[in-house]
């Protein structure tokens, strides 16, 4: 009996904190801010203005002398959909434009390009990229090629002998085929990774800032002059910021399918399991950070600094893990990110395998139980 | 004025400095994500896995496949023997590409017809599945050109020649650095100016200093300068570990550096101070200085090129002030632009900076009476 009457006083305080918590997550309406119009703005950013396929690179053609050569060199890169071509004739201009960036690359025909053609010899055509931007430096370099090939290819059909045609019969062709993403759209790869991102941001900066602020406005005192255990205080303020997460993560993926058509392969239930188990680490991690700075200044950095970025940057959504040096790559198996992203590119275009989603939901696992144990033994229900 | 502009001046400092975790918070992160995050922002793909199923038994397809072994981008390679194994390799993301040769491989290549060769890649990672795929075609490229060669048909007589500027060995560290610096001095700006006066409403001290004697435009100086000094020291200092760490040139001039850097931080100053004028919670500065970083670092070309977004979006970086401040760091860093060049993006920010400044400082003032 009276165990009975303790538990329900426990279930009372519990309710009552997450009652206390939700109230003040409505009140303030920048909490709004952070779980409905900040899924949006990312997803809007990633949908639209984040994107590796290139389209009109800005790129000088430096024709030195015209010839007819050059001119239906010229048309051909004017074809192509990947360039915005700007013509010159001299180089000199150019290369202050490469270092304003106003160009990303400079083709050079030479004024003995036609001769050189007609007595048989190699004539070379310069490609100078900018090497700042190395990704894009290297994709411009692979679509001059391209359309110097097939440059090549109708030169070698209108004049038979002038310029030797490039061999294809008895030779290999190669036939690429991209699973899971056909038409190679990078959105579909990114979009999932910034629902990743949009979760990191959701789980930890809220629950960074509650604890810190209860230190700082001193009305941790208050609580801790309640019979409030510590099991109630942190159920109390993971609940309401957990029920927040999910709800964010149902906005996100509906509007990743539904406006920017991703599509979505996997399980209800799969993305419920994975992205619970994500969401339980970057709370327990918030409230950890919150925990121990007691500051809300200092809380904010530590969560960008511990979540946001790391989510950005070491979780393989933009950047290739593989590419990474040893050390770093090593350290990305720390990050909760790391598992998230790459079960949600999983779910979304190639459905539940669980060779990927196994073993990153017990990594998850792993990581929330360890942050969940630092964040109870951190937690102090009294003064020192 | 001077007297009680540098008592809240010190007054900030000592706020800052007091709290041993903010001094900590202060100098040590920003090192530490410059280490990290220089090595990490790489869109290079190289050592990434890939499988090869060789399925003809010829001496062509194994030649294919020892020139795929001896490439310097592919290190570790997985060898299926059986197609019912691409799927698992594939599907669990063990191989990025599996290069498929069918069993009629070298039987065509010997009777002089077109054999294919299969690419399967992982669409899941399509950007650097594209570059992958780029690899294995200049490879096959060559095995071409090396079968031309022995049946001595002449090969074609233009060559495309590539040259690289400014970062000649395409180091990734010449490029994450400079970007870092903009990146990072960002985040701090931003956070310090915009919880300065959030932090003093919701404790309560604001009341104190508006019954002090000092003026609205006085305490906005003192809530800038402190920021101000702050960022510069960690611009300089992010500066210096770039140049005798990561050893990545510095070629253009100093002084332009810092013109720049002045301009770029009165910006974000600007848009901090903004924020802190309507926020009454800490909670709320945070968050809307975060609707304002998050954009703005994805959408100033550090990411992602800004020439690949559709064209409205292209306007609306052009009040982006991290999209100029990149461009002045890489090429003063990489590139020695001249001071026309600096001049050209440094008058976007100056513009920016006057705007944001100004309206926070009515709306600072709208809102104190």
């Given at each position: 009996?009276?165990?009975?009457?303790?538990?329900?006083?426990?279930?009372?305080?519990?309710?009552?904190?997450?009652?206390?918590?939700?109230?003040?997550?409505?009140?303030?309406?920048?909490?709004?801010?952070?779980?409905?119009?900040?899924?949006?703005?990312?997803?809007?950013?990633?949908?639209?203005?984040?994107?590796?396929?290139?389209?009109?690179?800005?790129?000088?053609?430096?024709?030195?002398?015209?010839?007819?050569?050059?001119?239906?060199?010229?048309?051909?890169f004017r074809n192509s959909p990947y360039f915005d071509v700007v013509v010159t004739h001299h180089r000199a201009n150019v290369e202050d434009r490469l270092v304003a960036g106003t160009v990303k690359g400079v083709v050079v025909i030479a004024d003995d390009f036609a001769d050189r053609i007609a007595r048989g010899e190699t004539a070379p055509i310069q490609v100078i990229v900018d090497g700042s931007d190395p990704n894009t430096a290297g994709l411009v370099f692979n679509y001059v090629q391209g359309v110097w090939a097939n440059w090549l290819d109708i030169a070698s059909i209108e004049r038979r002998g002038t310029v030797a045609p490039r061999q294809t019969i008895g030779t290999v062709v190669i036939d690429p085929r991209y699973w899971f993403n056909p038409d190679v759209r990078s959105q579909n790869f990114l979009i999932p990774g910034s629902v990743a991102i949009i979760m990191t941001l959701i789980g930890t900066l809220l629950t960074a800032l509650v604890v810190a602020r209860e230190w700082e406005r001193g009305t941790i005192e208050a609580l801790m002059a309640?019979?409030?255990?510590?099991?109630?205080?942190?159920?109390?303020?993971?609940?309401?910021?957990?029920?927040?997460?999910?709800?964010?993560?149902?906005?996100?993926?509906?509007?990743?399918?539904?406006?920017?058509?991703v599509p979505y392969r996997g399980s209800v239930f799969a993305l419920l399991v994975v992205s619970s188990t994500f969401l339980i680490a970057m709370l327990s991690l918030g409230l950890l950070i919150s925990t121990i700075t007691r500051n809300q200044f200092a809380a904010s950095?530590?969560?960008?600094?511990?979540?946001?970025?790391?989510a950005f940057e070491l979780s393989g959504f933009i950047f290739e893990i593989d590419a990474m040096p040893r050390p770093i790559r090593l350290i990305t198996y720390l990050m909760p990110a790391r598992y998230f992203v790459s079960s949600l590119q999983t779910l979304f275009?190639?459905?539940?395998?669980?060779?990927?989603?196994?073993?990153?939901?017990?990594?998850?696992?792993?990581?929330?139980?360890?942050?969940?144990?630092?964040?109870?033994?951190?937690?102090?229900?009294?003064?020192? | 004025?001077?007297?009680?502009?540098?008592?809240?001046?010190?007054?900030?400092?000592?706020?800052?400095?007091?709290?041993?975790?903010?001094?900590?918070?202060?100098?040590?992160?920003?090192?530490?994500?410059?280490?990290?995050?220089?090595?990490?922002?790489?869109?290079?793909?190289?050592?990434?896995?890939?499988?090869?199923?060789?399925?003809?038994?010829?001496?062509?397809?194994?030649?294919?496949?020892?020139?795929?072994?001896?490439?310097?981008?592919?290190?570790?390679?997985?060898?299926?023997?059986?197609?019912?194994?691409?799927?698992?390799?594939?599907?669990?993301?063990?191989a990025l590409m599996v290069v498929s040769i069918q069993s009629d491989f070298s039987r065509r290549l010997a009777a002089r017809e077109p054999a294919s060769l299969q690419l399967l890649l992982d669409g899941r990672r399509s950007n650097a599945a594209q570059i992958v795929a780029g690899y294995a075609t200049a490879i096959v490229g060559q095995f071409n050109s090396q079968l031309l060669q022995q049946e001595r048909v002449p090969i074609s007589a233009t060559a495309v020649v590539g040259r690289i500027w400014f970062n000649p060995n395409q180091l990734t560290t010449w490029n994450t650095v400079p970007s870092l610096v903009a990146i990072l001095t960002t985040s701090m700006g931003l956070l310090v100016t915009a919880l300065s006066v959030a932090r003093e409403r919701e404790l309560g001290t604001f009341e104190q200093l508006m019954v002090s004697p000092l003026g609205p435009l006085e305490i906005i100086v003192g809530k800038t300068v402190p920021a101000f000094v702050i960022g510069m020291a960690q611009a300089t200092n992010m500066v210096l570990i770039g140049v005798f760490v990561f050893r990545v040139p510095f070629l253009g001039s100093v002084?332009?550096?810092?013109?720049?850097?002045?301009?770029?931080?009165?910006?974000?100053?600007?848009?901090?101070?903004?924020?802190?004028?309507?926020?009454?919670?800490?909670?709320?500065?945070?968050?809307?200085?975060?609707?304002?970083?998050?954009?703005?670092?994805?959408?100033?070309?550090?990411?992602?090129?800004?020439e690949n977004m559709p064209d409205w979006l292209q306007y609306l970086t052009l009040a982006n002030p991290v999209r100029y401040y990149i461009v002045i760091v890489k090429g003063l860093f990489l590139k020695n632009a001249p001071a026309d060049v600096i001049f050209a993006?440094?008058?976007?920010?100056?513009?920016?900076?006057?705007?944001?400044?100004?309206?926070?400082?009515?709306?600072?003032?709208?809102r104190m009476e």
């Amino acid at each position: 009996m009276a165990q009975e009457s303790k538990q329900r006083a426990w279930l009372r305080r519990v309710i009552g904190l997450v009652r206390k918590e939700i109230l003040q997550v409505r009140r303030d309406a920048s909490s709004y801010l952070i779980a409905g119009v900040m899924p949006l703005l990312l997803l809007f950013i990633y949908g639209y203005g984040v994107t590796l396929d290139l389209r009109r690179i800005p790129l000088a053609l430096v024709i030195e002398r015209s010839t007819p050569e050059a001119e239906t060199m010229l048309a051909s890169f004017r074809n192509s959909p990947y360039f915005d071509v700007v013509v010159t004739h001299h180089r000199a201009n150019v290369e202050d434009r490469l270092v304003a960036g106003t160009v990303k690359g400079v083709v050079v025909i030479a004024d003995d390009f036609a001769d050189r053609i007609a007595r048989g010899e190699t004539a070379p055509i310069q490609v100078i990229v900018d090497g700042s931007d190395p990704n894009t430096a290297g994709l411009v370099f692979n679509y001059v090629q391209g359309v110097w090939a097939n440059w090549l290819d109708i030169a070698s059909i209108e004049r038979r002998g002038t310029v030797a045609p490039r061999q294809t019969i008895g030779t290999v062709v190669i036939d690429p085929r991209y699973w899971f993403n056909p038409d190679v759209r990078s959105q579909n790869f990114l979009i999932p990774g910034s629902v990743a991102i949009i979760m990191t941001l959701i789980g930890t900066l809220l629950t960074a800032l509650v604890v810190a602020r209860e230190w700082e406005r001193g009305t941790i005192e208050a609580l801790m002059a309640t019979p409030m255990g510590r099991s109630e205080f942190l159920l109390g303020k993971l609940i309401p910021y957990y029920v927040l997460g999910m709800a964010a993560m149902g906005i996100s993926v509906v509007t990743a399918v539904q406006v920017f058509h991703v599509p979505y392969r996997g399980s209800v239930f799969a993305l419920l399991v994975v992205s619970s188990t994500f969401l339980i680490a970057m709370l327990s991690l918030g409230l950890l950070i919150s925990t121990i700075t007691r500051n809300q200044f200092a809380a904010s950095q530590a969560a960008l600094l511990t979540a946001f970025l790391p989510a950005f940057e070491l979780s393989g959504f933009i950047f290739e893990i593989d590419a990474m040096p040893r050390p770093i790559r090593l350290i990305t198996y720390l990050m909760p990110a790391r598992y998230f992203v790459s079960s949600l590119q999983t779910l979304f275009l190639a459905g539940d395998v669980w060779s990927v989603l196994g073993p990153a939901t017990l990594a998850l696992v792993a990581i929330s139980t360890v942050l969940l144990t630092l964040l109870v033994r951190n937690t102090r229900m009294r003064l020192e | 004025m001077w007297h009680r502009i540098r008592t809240l001046i010190i007054k900030e400092f000592l706020a800052l400095w007091r709290d041993p975790k903010s001094r900590a918070i202060i100098v040590g992160p920003p090192i530490f994500q410059m280490l990290i995050f220089s090595f990490a922002a790489t869109q290079e793909v190289k050592d990434v896995n890939i499988a090869v199923l060789n399925q003809d038994w010829g001496t062509s397809g194994r030649d294919l496949v020892s020139m795929f072994e001896g490439s310097p981008n592919f290190s570790k390679i997985d060898f299926l023997t059986d197609e019912r194994q691409i799927a698992g390799a594939i599907d669990s993301r063990r191989a990025l590409m599996v290069v498929s040769i069918q069993s009629d491989f070298s039987r065509r290549l010997a009777a002089r017809e077109p054999a294919s060769l299969q690419l399967l890649l992982d669409g899941r990672r399509s950007n650097a599945a594209q570059i992958v795929a780029g690899y294995a075609t200049a490879i096959v490229g060559q095995f071409n050109s090396q079968l031309l060669q022995q049946e001595r048909v002449p090969i074609s007589a233009t060559a495309v020649v590539g040259r690289i500027w400014f970062n000649p060995n395409q180091l990734t560290t010449w490029n994450t650095v400079p970007s870092l610096v903009a990146i990072l001095t960002t985040s701090m700006g931003l956070l310090v100016t915009a919880l300065s006066v959030a932090r003093e409403r919701e404790l309560g001290t604001f009341e104190q200093l508006m019954v002090s004697p000092l003026g609205p435009l006085e305490i906005i100086v003192g809530k800038t300068v402190p920021a101000f000094v702050i960022g510069m020291a960690q611009a300089t200092n992010m500066v210096l570990i770039g140049v005798f760490v990561f050893r990545v040139p510095f070629l253009g001039s100093v002084w332009l550096l810092y013109v720049s850097m002045a301009v770029y931080l009165f910006s974000i100053i600007g848009v901090g101070l903004f924020v802190s004028s309507l926020a009454k919670t800490q909670q709320q500065a945070i968050l809307g200085a975060f609707v304002f970083m998050v954009p703005a670092m994805s959408l100033s070309g550090f990411a992602s090129p800004i020439e690949n977004m559709p064209d409205w979006l292209q306007y609306l970086t052009l009040a982006n002030p991290v999209r100029y401040y990149i461009v002045i760091v890489k090429g003063l860093f990489l590139k020695n632009a001249p001071a026309d060049v600096i001049f050209a993006n440094v008058w976007p920010m100056a513009v920016i900076a006057v705007i944001t400044l100004s309206s926070a400082a009515w709306l600072f003032r709208h809102r104190m009476e």
